[in-house]
């Protein structure tokens, strides 16, 4: 039976590749501007990002990662209803920006909140496939964590306060589009294919993670895991790359952009085999799809004719490369329990490819011969979107589990307390004999599904 339906992605994959426009305009601003046969197709997006996982998944937890899409895509139309929306594009389309800092310095939109006119529900429209997908990574990568009303609540926040936020900033009149005129930082903070929007949320989901307890390494694990249902992973990759290229900004220089990915993805898929046929003798089908995914977004910051093809195809390469070693790294060295691949995907890689621009892009970047402003302009980027989707989760997550442990630790103290004056023969106190009404907190409950 699952056999049956895994194979309705297949005419699915036929209407698709029917769709005659493969750009969605660059700016949501009309009914008219969103064509609906690209819109459908970038929905290809998520739902390939999905097969890949679940062909990654083994045993029970494939139907669990199944059900996510789905998830993720109600948490995006709910998110987007509440606030995301506005907090995202308020300034740039509603004329709302908040500047406490002078203008320039936007830090987010404040307008457009549970509204519904025709023009905030194209923008939703337009933003919910990459929303879906940024939705993705705390709902999966925290499976087995936390309580599964967690994983939901930890993505409802991504979407409804840290995605929006970023958003506005990189592209929805906030400060770091506008580097260049406040600071003299090149064109500022440039992210043309919006990779830092799912960035934040991955961080965010590393965060919690790096907070929560985790479990010991494997000694034995070997450095990559076999995809379980390889066709799954295959033909995820390729419903992804298709989706995405369906995201691409629409202009002039869009075939540009969709060469310039294809010769990446390229280069990823090429030297993901090769290391697979150097770790084990064959080439692995699950690296090489998630590696697609790989090559288009290591390239999809810098704008259409930034990148040469041979700098794309190398990007790729190195991407490709290093897919398998970063899984590794948070699987077992970090001793995350995560071979999904998607704090290395869009995690790392996504933030390797922000700072492409100010390296290789012809416009500004530091090895084709400019100065660092553009270089400057995307690391103090990618250190504020840190700050914002990492290091912040983390610390609230932290001090949450903190606060929770305080009445387990009272109790033990007490108990402690009345041990110390038995042996020596003194009666308690009646503070010491006193119960802390809050029940103990059990700090391995947040590793039950």
């Given at each position: ?150 994983r939901y609540l930890v993505a409802l926040i991504c979407g409804i306060l840290l995605y929006p936020v970023a958003g506005n900033w990189v592209d929805g ?277």
């Amino acid at each position: 039976m699952k056999r049956g339906i895994s194979f309705l992605w297949a005419p699915l994959l036929m209407l698709a590749l029917e769709m005659p426009v493969w750009a969605a305009p660059a700016t949501p601003v009309a009914g008219n501007d969103l064509a609906t046969s690209a819109y459908l197709l970038a929905w290809l997006w998520p739902a390939g990002l999905a097969l890949v996982l679940v062909g990654i998944s083994e045993g029970w937890s494939i139907s669990d990662v199944a059900a996510m899409l789905p998830i993720a895509m109600a948490l995006a139309v709910l998110a987007e209803l509440l606030s995301a929306f506005g907090l995202h594009y308020g300034g740039a389309l509603l004329g709302a920006e908040w500047e406490p800092f002078g203008p320039g310095w936007g830090l987010l939109g404040h307008a457009g909140l549970l509204a519904s006119s025709e023009l905030v529900s194209v923008a939703m429209l337009y933003d919910l496939p990459r929303l879906t997908v940024a939705l993705l990574p705390p709902l999966v990568v925290l499976r087995g964590r936390v309580w599964p009303w967690a994983r939901y609540l930890v993505a409802l926040i991504c979407g409804i306060l840290l995605y929006p936020v970023a958003g506005n900033w990189v592209d929805g009149g906030g400060w770091l589009a506008r580097l260049g005129d406040t600071l003299g930082l090149g064109a500022g903070f440039v992210d043309a294919g919006l990779v830092s929007l799912p960035l934040v949320t991955t961080l965010a989901t590393l965060g919690v993670a790096l907070a929560l307890p985790r479990g010991h390494a494997t000694p034995d694990a070997p450095e990559l895991r076999p995809a379980y249902l390889p066709l799954h992973v295959l033909l995820g990759g390729v419903l992804g790359l298709l989706g995405w290229l369906a995201l691409l900004p629409g202009s002039d220089g869009n075939i540009v952009l969709v060469v310039t990915t294809l010769w990446a993805a390229a280069g990823a898929v090429l030297f993901a085999a090769f290391y697979g046929w150097l770790s084990r003798g064959a080439v692995e089908p699950g690296l090489i799809g998630r590696g697609l995914l790989a090559g288009a977004l290591v390239v999809a910051a810098a704008p259409a004719g930034e990148l040469s093809l041979l700098a794309a195809f190398v990007l790729g390469a190195l991407a490709g490369l290093a897919l398998a070693p970063l899984i590794y790294l948070f699987d077992q060295s970090l001793r995350l329990r995560e071979q999904s691949g998607l704090l290395a995907l869009l995690g790392v890689i996504g933030a390797l490819a922000l700072l492409v621009p100010g390296l290789l892009g012809a416009g500004g970047g530091l090895l084709t011969g400019h100065d660092g402003g553009q270089l400057y302009a995307q690391a103090l980027g990618l250190l504020a979107l840190g700050l914002w989707g990492g290091v912040l989760p983390w610390a609230v997550t932290t001090l949450a589990r903190a606060v929770s442990a305080l009445p387990a630790q009272l109790r033990e103290r007490a108990e402690q307390e009345r041990l110390r004056l038995a042996a020596v023969g003194q009666e308690p106190s009646a503070e010491a004999l006193t119960p802390v009404d809050a029940p103990p907190a059990d700090d391995e409950s947040l590793n039950r599904p």
